[in-house]
């Protein structure tokens, strides 16, 4: 069994049914082949050998595309037959001039997270079905898509994938705001990590941390937020400024936090 990790930088693991422990293979990879599987993960039902050629060769001859696409997959193999000891062959299928990736063979990390996504999005409006749902999703997410895949053509679906992450926090956020202010911190805490310029989120961070009496805690938050915008040579909002110097009262509890933007 193979499990392809395409979350966070991309990673390559392989165990035998006989092993108890995964070996990493990714880093046998080019940066080609690497480029090829996290773009082929994005098509779970497959993908044309044309497609696939002229996003990752934009720019090249309309024939040589083609055989630097076979050249790629068949390095692959031969890299994979080594890294195995000849016990996986290939991990990809083609059905006319469609390829992907062979789900009997190959477990990928996206494809659980874009599932729990769709059930996320199909649960009753049940807060406590609802809320387990979106749960998963949040616990799936390891870090945006193929963070060392350097193309343009990443671009797009990383930023589309990590909305659906902050999508599913922020509404997670506004569901347990005020039952469990921790694990809403701990949300928002999250959320920051990927949105690093985004006031709103701190805001809401200091907020609730002043209700739980962390008034030393807002005063991180707030060196967090100036550090981070010094970054675009920017400075706080004013109504920002106002809202930090007033959670830093031991009288300011009652501000109820925002949801993230």
């Known amino acids: 069994m193979l499990w392809l990790y395409a979350l966070g930088q991309l990673r390559l693991t392989f165990q035998t049914p006989e092993a108890s422990q995964s070996k990493e293979i990714g880093h046998l990879l080019t940066l080609r082949q ?5 773009l082929m993960a994005l ?3 497959g993908v044309s050998r044309d497609e696939l050629t002229t996003t990752i060769w934009p720019d090249a001859s309309p024939r040589r595309p083609h055989n630097a696409f ?23 299928r083609r ?3 469609q390829y992907r990736i062979d789900s009997e063979l ?22 406590a079905n609802r809320s387990a749902a979106l749960e998963r999703v949040v616990a799936l997410y390891t870090g945006d898509f193929a963070e060392d895949v350097d193309a343009a053509w990443a671009v797009a679906p990383r930023e589309a994938l990590r909305r659906e992450y902050l ?10 705001s005020g039952a469990d202010p921790r694990h809403t911190l701990d949300l928002l805490e999250r959320a920051r990590e990927l949105d690093r310029y ?12 002043a209700k739980l009496g962390q008034h030393d805690a807002v005063a991180r938050t707030f060196q967090l937020l100036e550090r981070a915008l010094a970054e675009l040579g920017a400075k706080p909002h004013r109504e920002t400024v106002a809202l930090f110097t007033a959670l830093r009262s031991p009288s300011a509890g009652d501000h109820a936090p925002e949801r993230p933007r």
């Not at 890299?79 to 990809?92: I, K």
């Not at 599932?115 to 807060?127: F, H, I």
């Not at 006031?199 to 609730?208: M, S």
């Open 167 to 176: 999508d599913a926090l922020s509404t997670l956020v506004h569901m347990s």
């Open 95 to 97: 059905t006319g001039a």
């Open 34 to 38: 690497r480029e090829l599987l996290a």
């Open 70 to 92: 076979h050249a790629v997959l068949s390095q692959l193999r031969r890299r994979l037959l080594a890294a195995t000891d000849e016990s996986v062959t290939d991990l990809t």
């Open 106 to 127: 190959v477990r990928v990390d996206l494809w659980e997270f874009q599932a729990a996504v769709e059930a996320a999005r199909r649960q009753p409006t049940g807060k």
């Open 198 to 209: 985004n006031e709103a989120i701190y805001r809401d961070i200091a907020c609730i941390q």
């Open 43 to 45: 098509h779970h039902r």
